[in-house]
């Protein structure tokens, strides 16, 4: 077993008083002496997301005593993208991925406990989680809460997405509201994350594919059974890693698997958010993944799993047919991922997924008949993006889009004008200001873009950002748009009446304008005065970087001194 750095805090005269506080705890001498083990989750009331983590984080705790461990369980916290959208909390959203993963090191470094198994269910809780695993690099399993199982209504599956969309039908006149009150009373019926391949289920599989935890476990519903063994399996493995002195967090984050974890979005159609994720990840580890090399790999990368939003089935779906095993050991043996990377168990990815079947043709396709050969999931540049944006791609019927820039200095405006349906056909609506720094907090903007789609206009106007977009969010829609417009970027140069044009088949995206009048724009414009003069949000613009290396706060590899 490698050294206890919780001996720090038990060992010797001068630990009395640490010791104390542990008995005054209910831990006898034998707990005392075990292997400290931290078990954080999000439990409580705030969305559904996490509610799951209740009957698990017991479990978990017991396979940690089971194996020889002493849990000790804290909390975090999470912040709801959905009851926060559409409004200033929005804001927090992003934030609240850095107050998660320094919340974890803070703790784990602050007592020094000796391994840590890290649940996750909103959005932003996965990645955050994560975060924090790579950062304190101590024996960690990662937890996915679980999905929610998928809502009934109008003999179909629904999720979340549907009353976002059905909002819109109402307001044109396609849905009576008397159904929409009726679908809102069905489309979350149980505890558990979002149902589709939204953020929550797309970083699920992300942790699968960078190793971080127990395999095959990503897409078993929240509400599961099942899920029990999960956790204490989660457990029963720090201690086994402990023991084995490895494979600790940053062996399993490395360049190999965080290429996979791209492949695994691009090949499901996942979340743009993920391309936010995956450089933050990476930085904890010290390892330089920007979105340049996220869209290497989305460009290799088939789309194989036909999921919503831009596909047609759900977490549980994939569930039924045999899990995320199934499309890594496909992904695996057509060579768009790296078989020979760690996993938590000590084994590599391809021993652990050699026994999953083989995929549906439905579902989960062959990569030699790919939905599309080149992923879900596209990274455009141009003048209007010189750093990067991003597109989901999955679903989408035409893959260029001109038309006319209507610009709007903020998301609440352009809501605004969409609710009224102060908008037409052509038009590229372009939200800025509302980035990293800009924002601040780059907000998340499914309620804007499921109305243009719920008014039946999802393809028939663009929207541009350099916030972002929900794993949920379909049609023509580009955020992430890096330099943000705050931070100088081309998109605060853009003037309405402005041609854009976007061919995500050549992966461009261009404000039609001749390089000169691009410089005198430049030359004419002042930063505007940020937003916040003090609190969290303050804090965070002064320190967050750009989206395309995923809009991180501190430099990265973060070391602890041995003692």
Known sequence: M????????????????????????????????????????????????????????????????????????????????????N???????????????????????????????????????????????????VPSVFVYGGAALPGRFGGRDITVLDSYEAVGAVQTGTMKEADLKVLERVAIPAIGACAGQFTANTMAMVSEALGLT?????????????????????????????????PLPRELVTRKSLENAAAIVAATGGSTNAALHLPAIANEAGIAFTLDDVAAVFARTPLIGDLRPGGRFL???????????????????????????????????????????????????????????????????????????????????????????????????????????????????????????GGPGMREMLGTTALIYGQQMGEKVALLTDGRFSGATRGMCIGHIAPEAAAGGPLAFVQNGDRIRIDSAARSIDVLIDDAEMARRKAAWKAPKPRHAAGLLAKYAQLVGQADKGAVTHAGNAEWPEG
């Not at 034998?30 to 009331?45: D, F, L, N």
Request: hydrophobic share 40%; with cysteine.
């Open 87 to 137: 409004h200033e909390g929005m804001k927090f959203s992003l934030v609240s991925r850095e107050v998660i993963a320094d919340s974890i090191e803070a703790v784990m470094q602050g007592h020094a406990y000796d391994g840590l198994v890290a649940f996750g269910g909103c959005d932003k809780t996965l990645p955050g989680a994560m975060m924090g695993m790579v950062r304190v690099n």
């Open 2 to 85: 490698m050294r206890l750095r919780s001996s720090i805090t038990r060992d010797g005269l001068d630990r009395t008083p640490h010791r104390a506080f542990m008995r005054g705890m209910g831990l006898d001498d034998a707990a005392i002496h075990k292997p400290m083990i931290g078990v954080v989750s999000m439990k409580g009331e705030n969305t559904p997301c996490n509610m799951t983590h209740y009957p698990q984080v017991e479990w978990a705790k017991q396979g940690i005593e089971s194996a020889g461990g002493t849990p000790r369980e804290f909390t975090t916290i999470s912040v709801s993208d959905g009851i926060g959208m």
């Open 315 to 437: 977490a549980k779906d994939v569930h039924d047919i045999g899990g995320v095993s199934i499309i890594i050991r496909e992904l695996i043996r057509s060579g768009h991922m790296h078989g020979d990377v760690l996993t938590v168990t000590g084994r590599t990815l391809a021993e652990e997924h050699a026994g999953a079947p083989d995929a549906d043709g439905q579902i989960v396709r062959r990569a030699g008949n790919a939905i599309r050969p080149d992923g879900g999931l596209a990274v455009l540049k141009g003048n209007l993006a010189p750093d990067g944006a991003l597109l989901k791609v999955a679903g989408l019927r035409s893959l260029v889009f001109e038309g006319t820039a209507r610009v709007f200095d903020g998301e609440d405006a352009c809501t605004e004008a969409v609710r009224k349906r102060d908008y037409k056909e052509g038009d590229v609506l372009i939200i800025r200001y509302e980035g990293p720094r």
């Open 214 to 246: 127990v395999p095959n476990s990503a897409m078993v519903p929240g509400v599961y059974a099942e899920r029990s063994a999960i956790a204490q399996r989660a457990g029963e493995i720090v201690l086994d890693i402990l023991k084995r002195g490895g």
